[in-house]
């Protein structure tokens, strides 16, 4: 009796084997064949490009010539760069504070128009929401003229209020500042649908019995809604900070100075202008700490931002 | 089964459509077949000449031109110099932002043209050595001797105003102050101050403005010619030791420093980057400015937004002390052929084309006045290109106004460190933190940082 169930169980559970193995293999060949593509350019243009990056940082090239092998050269004089270092404190500023107050506003007009029975609710979200449509260029037209010393609506009112107007784009905090506020305004749409888009999922029953119990809708907001949207927040913050280094490189180039006697520059503008200068290697050596950096930052947010899940 | 077979089958004809595409994207429309491949820059000369051009060099030769011109042309054409082909007639000049010609230069790729220099262009009888203006002729050879460019274009560069503005200088050098409301045009630097001095207001009415700190590569080594000696411009440009320490050769820097009150007050801010410049150049136009340095390119990028009424006036670059040479300073844009061309005859026979009789009239008839440096290019053109322009020119050709040639920089060694500003970021581009309003620097910080720069230069030759 227990030898013809071992048997029947051995039986069966070598028929299962066979029966997984084969649907599996096919299974996987095809999905190999559409994510082999995919994986070929990947490697070619994303992969590749990082190790050329790392390679070429330790030569001298001007882009059409030979490659000079420099060592350590370039590294060692990037450390003794005052450029790259105000670059370097640029870079981290912007980050700092275009990320800080895009995801506020983001946040506060996404707790104000998600639940809230603000009239006018679907307006706001569209006229948000434009700015992140516009191109790049268009928007950087938009501000310099509003910024323009000649015709700026900004010059014009504090002109109005008998001050003297110039320009914002020579100094260093100022121009900082002309182009955070630039960033902010492109920025605060996408991630405020987003936020609005979590929040959305929150049941109104503990809005609900929040309030029957007295809680304030500051309260609430602190209580309810932000842990329940931990995980959006976490994810955009990440994207953001990386997004936020690409961005201020195409603002800075269709605002600002890319000269290298400028103010202005971040770690991307500098590599591109040592890039037009002819010093390749320096500038790889450039986009290999900004890389590096680029990482750091992110795994650093990913673990202070780290909760534990919390689900309704 | 017929799922996956069906999938499997769709995901292969949406692969090999877009790499298709994408092939098709990459080598542009067809790629037909072509004997040469010229490219050059699309500039404020316009286009129609180079169309007409090939056309008729199509119609001599019997062979087949890829033109190719576009406002960054560098972008599409480095990549193809670097894979190995590239175009094999190229116009570009050097002094561009992205130096292609100077890397190309410095790494032995355009063609030696120095004996086909004493080959006749088509129809003319002449040589290109007898054919080319003598001015155009100093700045022809490389530190090697040989000539590897042939200079195409001339701009003259100097300082622009309105001339119905001033009235002439009576040469005591004193400001003589405003006659009729007109101001008295400035002969020296001692004068233009004076004059700058005397505006009262200047958010109404300023000296001087820059449309970039770029600009000033004209203005720079034409003022340390006229004070120094143009021997002593040469030892700037090959980086000799404490040359920038020469009170003669640093004046202008001082100088300009100097007028720091007296400057149009939104000039730094436009002058940041390559957006707002125009406005510098409009306020001229305008009447809110007084001088600007610019080249005669001015006058045909502005014709917007210019008055019909508006008449330009041109003088060179202002003297220190009475009866200095005053100079203005000649732009060339050159034409070369790259080494790794496949059609060198053809390309040879392109180039004698250009400059042949029929060449230059074509130039003359369809580009937007521009002025080749030929010794019959006066004569061809008469007719086809405005009168008034050609009269600015009449100095050059007939060689009664002095020129000196710019961004004559003698090509650095190759170990320079890889944050080296570029002579002109700092020569030039470093006015702007002398004249900035907040954290400025001085004229004696300025020159210092010339000083340094160039040692930098110069070891990194003998090194």
């Known amino acids: 009796m227990e030898q013809a169930s071992e048997a029947a169980a051995l039986q069966s559970s070598v028929g299962v084997k066979k029966m997984v193995k084969h649907p599996h293999a096919r299974r996987n060949a095809f999905i190999a064949l559409c994510i082999i593509p995919t994986f070929v350019l990947y490697t070619i243009f994303v992969?590749?490009?990082?190790?050329?990056?790392?390679?070429?940082?330790?030569?001298?090239?001007?882009?059409?010539?030979?490659?000079?092998?420099?060592?350590?050269?370039?590294f060692r004089v990037l450390m003794d760069d005052d450029i790259f270092w105000r670059a370097a404190g640029n870079t981290v500023l912007l980050i700092l504070i275009v990320t800080a107050v895009t995801i506020g506003l983001a946040l506060y007009s996404a707790a104000v128009l998600a639940k809230g029975k603000l009239k006018g609710k679907t307006f706001f979200r569209i006229v948000l929401y434009i700015p992140n449509i516009l191109s790049i260029v268009v928007i950087s037209a938009i501000f310099s003229a509003l910024y323009s010393p000649e015709y700026g609506i900004l010059g014009g009112i504090i002109r109005l209020f008998k001050g003297t107007y110039t320009g914002l784009m020579t100094g260093r905090w100022?121009?900082?500042?002309?182009?955070?506020?630039?960033?902010?305004?492109?920025?605060?749409?996408?991630?405020?649908?987003?936020?609005?888009?979590?929040?959305?999922?929150?049941?109104?029953?503990?809005?609900?019995?929040?309030?029957?119990?007295?809680?304030?809708?500051?309260?609430?907001?602190?209580?309810?809604?932000?842990?329940?949207?931990?995980?959006?927040?976490?994810?955009?913050?990440?994207?953001?900070v990386i997004s936020t280094i690409n961005m201020s490189f195409l603002f800075i180039t269709a605002m600002g100075d890319t000269s290298i006697n400028s103010p202005l520059h971040v770690l991307l503008t500098y590599m591109f202008e040592r890039k037009n200068a002819?010093?390749?290697?320096?500038?790889?050596?450039?986009?290999?700490?900004?890389?590096?950096?680029?990482?750091?930052?992110?795994?650093?947010?990913?673990?202070?931002?780290?909760?534990?899940?919390?689900?309704v | 089964m017929k799922k996956k077979i069906g999938s499997l089958l769709l995901s292969v004809v949406l692969l090999v459509s877009m790499s298709a595409f994408g092939m098709l994207a990459l080598t542009g429309c067809g790629g037909d077949k072509y004997d040469l491949y010229v490219a050059g820059l699309k500039g404020a000369y316009g286009e129609a000449h180079w169309t007409e051009l090939v056309k008729g060099f199509e119609a001599k030769s019997g062979k087949k031109v890829k033109l190719r011109l576009e406002a960054n042309i560098e972008e599409t054409i480095q990549p193809e110099i670097q894979a190995g082909g590239g175009p094999d007639?190229?116009?570009?000049?050097?002094?561009?932002?992205?130096?292609?010609?100077?890397?190309?230069?410095?790494?032995?790729?355009?063609?030696?043209?120095?004996?086909?220099?004493?080959?006749?262009?088509?129809?003319?009888?002449?040589?290109?050595?007898?054919?080319?203006?003598?001015?155009?002729?100093?700045?022809?050879?490389?530190?090697?001797?040989?000539?590897?460019?042939?200079?195409l274009f001339v701009g003259l560069n100097g300082m622009y105003f309105d001339a119905d503005k001033f009235y002439a200088n009576d040469?005591?050098?004193?400001?003589?102050?405003?006659?009729?409301?007109?101001?008295?045009?400035?002969?020296?630097?001692?004068?233009?101050?004076?004059?700058?001095?005397?505006?009262?207001?200047?958010?109404?009415?300023?000296?001087?403005?820059?449309?970039?700190?770029?600009?000033?590569?004209?203005?720079?080594p034409a003022s340390i010619a006229t004070n120094a000696g143009t021997e002593k411009l040469d030892d700037c440009f090959n980086y000799v030791d404490n040359i920038w320490n020469d009170t003669k050769v640093n004046q202008i820097f001082k100088e300009l420093a100097a007028i720091k009150p007296y400057i149009y007050p939104n000039c730094v801010e436009n002058g940041m980057g390559d957006k707002n410049f125009v406005q510098n150049q409009q306020s001229v136009i305008d009447g809110k400015t007084l001088f600007m340095c610019n080249g005669d390119w001015v006058k045909g990028e502005m014709l917007a937004t210019t008055p019909a009424t508006f008449?330009?006036?041109?003088?060179?670059?202002?003297?220190?002390?009475?009866?200095?040479?005053?100079?203005?300073?000649?732009?060339?844009?050159?034409?070369?052929?790259?080494?790794?061309?496949?059609?060198?005859?053809?390309?040879?026979?392109?180039?004698?084309?250009?400059?042949s009789d029929a060449g230059q009239q074509i130039i003359a008839q369809h580009s937007r006045t521009a002025m080749v440096p030929t010794i019959n290019y006066p004569t061809l053109a008469a007719g086809k290109i405005p009168a008034g322009a050609l009269a600015g020119y009449a100095g050059y050709y007939d060689g009664s106004v002095k020129t000196i040639s710019t961004n004559n920089w003698a090509t650095p060694g190759a170990t320079l460190p890889g944050n080296t500003p570029k002579m002109n970021d700092i020569v030039c581009g470093k006015l702007a933190d002398v004249w900035k309003k907040t954290d400025s620097i001085t004229a004696d910080a300025w020159i210092a940082a010339i000083e340094a720069l160039s040692d930098t230069y110069r070891n990194s030759i003998t090194a």
């Open chain 1, 47 to 74: 992969i590749y490009p990082v190790f050329n990056m790392f390679y070429l940082s330790f030569f001298s090239w001007n882009g059409v010539g030979a490659q000079i092998p420099q060592g350590w050269e370039n």
């Open chain 1, 174 to 240: 100022t121009s900082m500042g002309a182009v955070a506020v630039a960033m902010v305004w492109q920025a605060v749409g996408y991630y405020m649908v987003m936020y609005i888009a979590g929040m959305d999922s929150i049941p109104d029953s503990l809005y609900e019995s929040a309030s029957l119990e007295g809680a304030s809708k500051m309260r609430q907001f602190f209580v309810i809604t932000l842990p329940l949207t931990w995980q959006v927040i976490r994810v955009t913050l990440t994207f953001f």
């Open chain 1, 278 to 311: 002819g010093f390749y290697g320096y500038s790889m050596a450039i986009g290999s700490i900004l890389f590096i950096f680029a990482y750091a930052v992110s795994l650093i947010i990913n673990w202070l931002t780290k909760r534990e899940v919390v689900e």
């Open chain 2, 89 to 151: 007639v190229i116009y570009l000049a050097k002094g561009r932002r992205l130096q292609l010609t100077e890397k190309m230069l410095e790494s032995g790729q355009i063609m030696d043209l120095t004996s086909f220099l004493d080959e006749k262009v088509q129809d003319g009888g002449k040589t290109f050595n007898e054919l080319i203006h003598a001015d155009a002729k100093l700045g022809m050879k490389e530190t090697d001797n040989k000539t590897y460019m042939i200079p």
């Open chain 2, 171 to 220: 040469g005591d050098g004193v400001y003589s102050g405003m006659k009729d409301g007109k101001y008295e045009l400035p002969n020296t630097w001692t004068e233009f101050k004076a004059l700058g001095a005397s505006l009262t207001d200047v958010n109404t009415v300023s000296l001087f403005t820059y449309p970039t700190p770029g600009y000033m590569d004209a203005l720079i």
């Open chain 2, 311 to 355: 008449n330009w006036g041109t003088i060179p670059y202002l003297a220190f002390e009475d009866g200095q040479t005053r100079y203005s300073s000649t732009v060339y844009e050159q034409i070369y052929i790259n080494k790794q061309t496949k059609q060198a005859d053809l390309a040879k026979d392109f180039l004698k084309y250009v400059y």
